[in-house]
């Protein structure tokens, strides 16, 4: 199954909506950061009202026009008349024109995303920030986090679900932050090391390439603690719904036993029917168990 590649990270404490906005616009995103600008917005022209004044004196002058000249043509003043007639159709004309302009209201998406964009600069970053292992890093925390807030037991208040809303994205931030950080200093070190080294600065680039090797490891070290939490609470979703569907069979129980009651195979009811209770109560105690993992797994992210 292939890994889908990071969209844009954003920093908590954007509001939802711009947040959104960001996120689901990655190319204008990648455009603006370029350099590139859209087209300022021109002032909204003032709306023409229905019908103006101009409007209701053309409508009453029309019939005047059209009598003064049907007289003209018909007599020796027609060139005249074609004059007039010319003028009256252009007036027309541009009168229709100006009521078929529609006003400017609502402001074009490229801007109010580069609005957006200006106003929370460095408090999202990119795919294009992330090297392919920081990128690949980066999904497994997301998938991580994605477990945990999209659960059930989440959802129902089993975990700690507004401390998992705020810490979660929290560590997805950070871990993004970082990995940024990384992929950054990487690229300047592979194209430092493209260029050749000389004997003398070997010595140096050896601790420099440890530093980011250890630096690397911090960061999975988080997303594998992460991925722990999901884990249990994937275990705990598990023991969740089996204890729901035990529950829902134990419901129906009295209906077989009426069943096999008036069918006369009452002698043959099976054990495994009997258990049914006795599988209800260990699910309930595994998921207790998944639970408080999960929350011993909570408290060493806090850590």
Partial sequence: MPEQS????V?????PETAGLLRANAPLLVRIRSGWVP???PPEPPEPSRRGPSSVALLVATPAVLALMAVLLDSP????????????VFVVLLKITSMSET??????????????ARLYDGRYLLPEDFDEEAAAVLGRA????????????NAEGLLDGARNAVLLPEQEWEIARLLAK??????EHRALLARGVAPEVAAVVEPLERALAASEAAVV???EALERYAAHVAAAERAYHARSQIEELRARLPRYEELLAESGADSLSVPEIERLAQDADQLERLLRRSVSSAHEAFRYLEG
């Fill in 103 to 116: 006003p400017l209201r609502e402001r074009p998406h490229a801007r109010g995303v580069y609005e957006q």
């Fill in 39 to 41: 087209p300022a917005v």
């Fill in 77 to 88: 003043a027609a060139p005249l008349g074609f004059v007039l007639l010319g003028g009256f």
């Fill in 142 to 153: 997301q998938r991580a986090i994605g477990t945990v807030l999209r659960s059930h037991v």
């Fill in 6 to 9: 990071v969209g844009v990270v």
């Fill in 11 to 15: 920093a908590p404490g954007v509001p």
């Fill in 182 to 187: 990384l992929s950054a200093l990487r690229a």
């Fill in 221 to 223: 070290a988080r997303v």
